[in-house]
């Protein structure tokens, strides 16, 4: 396939990742929902040029910095999923002239300093917080959200758009049920606001509920990121199968250890992340598979220990002795840490690291 | 001190890194050690150059790109601390043209393959494992040990030169005496090879063992990497004070929820890595402290969750409304998701990503 690299390499399987890039675009457009992905996960403006074949306008990304880089390859239409703070008006000023931008403001005063130095039309959204307690606001904070929205239509210029949320509970389920258990909650919840506020948009972030649910009744717009690629943990919730990850990583096994039943593997913490989930046995920080253009099949091995350049398998694996294929387990964190990926046919796809 | 920026910014205290710096040099030079030390965790030219002041000429990395990185910016005397493997033989042949090289050896086969490739002299260590079993040979194995030993004097530009131990065990260790006592048995294994092995150089790589130990009888070379920056779990293991931290992470803090006496931070699992340590409430993702060029005050507040970009404080700061300022607790993996570093007199000092 390729040849064995002295370090660990980011493996995109490229038709994979434009089947998951097309079924999840076939899916919002079947639901009448507008398809606002989220560029955090692959950080790529080749992979987010793969997106403009299903007539993708707006794009999702999480900080200034990834704003302005797929701002300068060409997408004019973009939303940061992220609460606004102070220090970033300068950039936001700049950003402003440049392309229509979409912002998470938490109180009246955000308005109005966004509205002070912002010339351009922007919108708004308010980040509901429906149970997950990270950002945004409670969504029983009528008060806040009422006067937010009214400071909006005070402003020529500030549009208030709708709300959004990112349930990150989803992400510790076990199972398409578990999913619709956890998101049932926040669906309720835009159904019930948009009595109360029939222009507003409702927009729904996280990947296991645009994975899984069929019904989006109450749902405008969906803004997943992660699958793109999906991992080991988006098999594990359900929100996937193992056929249809697009990310791998190439590890070169550096020392087999025949008496522990190990394999050192030149793969760290700096290559794949210390992300794990729990299983039976304790800690999985990388599942090997058997990778082919056909099949992803998982392999009774597995990461048990990482350090900064370590990674110890519990297997020796009988077939290859070089190298091992990983799934990654949280693949967002994964391609951060890499400046390229390399497809099956040993193309080189440029990615930034947007932190 | 400095604008408040719109991205979490990795800060340096270069007085306390070159204090770090000094101290481990004089350390190394009082006990009649040589002093190697290990680049991976500052990743960086211009701090590099600081360790010349203490004149020294050998340093130590764990990858290909790492030598490659440190070769080309003047250093010509280069351990690789990591296990040889196969697919690094060409880039090993280039780089033993340009400098002088250690490497790591697991087998006759890795001496034999070495040797037939590389045509300069070259130096070869034996990692062993003296019972944190990550890589490296069994301090027991002596059949193969000695094999390798034998199969380097037969070859003439191969040299063997000493035993090399990283354990890892004293990075769990609280405490000066447990540090100690962790290391103990690995002095003992030295001291008895001592005797069989006379014309062997004895290595040790932790930065624990090399911060705390003051009695260097049976080890011949010293290669921490850590100890540059220190960080939140050294301060914990016992290994410095937080007084000798050199390396900090400024996070704006994005919105205050005082409700649940929570804040949310710009800084997630890219800025700092997902390491964490267990306290008494929960897994420390990060401590916040008070930092000034005399003093470092550790505050009682910490992350205690950590997703992609956000991070959640369990408090709302009294007198800082803008940033945090945070304790890393893993320096080696923050340093690596940054692609430079801040001086308190906002000097930019370039580092690169090398993984």
């Known amino acids: 396939m390729i040849d064995i690299p002295d370090k660990p390499i980011l493996l995109l399987d490229e038709k994979r990742c434009r089947n998951n890039i097309k079924r999840m675009a076939d899916k919002a457009k079947a639901a009448g929902c507008e398809f606002r992905p989220h560029f955090k996960t692959h950080q790529s403006a080749t992979i987010g040029e793969w997106f403009r074949e299903h007539e993708i306008k707006g794009i999702t990304v999480s900080s200034i910095s990834m704003a302005e880089y797929f701002c300068n390859n060409g997408w004019d239409d973009i939303t940061i999923a992220f609460p606004f703070f102070l220090s970033q008006i300068n950039a936001l000023k700049v950003l402003n002239q440049k392309c229509s931008l979409r912002l998470f403001v938490n109180s009246v005063r955000d308005v109005k300093l966004l509205s002070e130095n912002l010339s351009n039309d922007f919108r708004v959204y308010i980040e509901l917080d ?36 990112h349930h990150g509970g989803t992400y ?47 749902v405008d717009e969906l803004s997943p990121g992660n699958f793109v690629f999906y991992d080991w943990m988006q098999t594990q919730i359900g929100s996937c199968t193992l056929n249809d990850v697009a990310l791998f990583v190439l590890l070169p096994i550096a020392q087999v250890l025949k008496v522990q039943n190990q394999a050192i593997l030149h793969g760290g913490a700096v290559h794949l992340s210390k992300d794990f ?61 890499h400046s390229f990926y390399l497809t099956a046919d040993g193309k080189k796809i440029e990615k930034k690291v947007l932190s």
Not at 144 to 163: M, R
Not at 189 to 201: S, T
Not at 295 to 305: D, F, G, H
Request: with cysteine.
């Open 130 to 165: 429906t149970g997950y307690t990270r950002s945004g606001i409670p969504q029983n904070n009528n008060d806040l959200i009422t006067s937010i929205i009214n400071a909006c239509s005070e402003i020529s210029h500030v549009h208030f758009h709708g709300f959004y949320v």
């Open 277 to 337: 989930i729990e299983n039976e046995c304790g800690r999985n920080y990388g599942q090997v598979v058997r990778y082919t253009r056909e099949n992803v099949i998982s392999e009774p091995a597995y990461i048990t220990s990482l350090s900064q350049e370590h990674g110890i398998l519990n297997a020796t694996p009988d077939n290859v002795q070089d190298y091992v294929i990983i799934c990654p387990v949280h693949s967002c964190l994964t391609a951060n840490l």
């Open 172 to 218: 510790q389920a076990k199972g398409i049920e578990e999913i619709k258990r956890i998101i049932a909650p926040t669906l309720s919840v835009y159904q019930e606001m948009r009595q109360v506020f029939p222009d507003a948009k409702f927009s729904l972030g996280d990947t296991p509920s645009a994975s899984v649910l069929s019904d989006f009744d109450n």
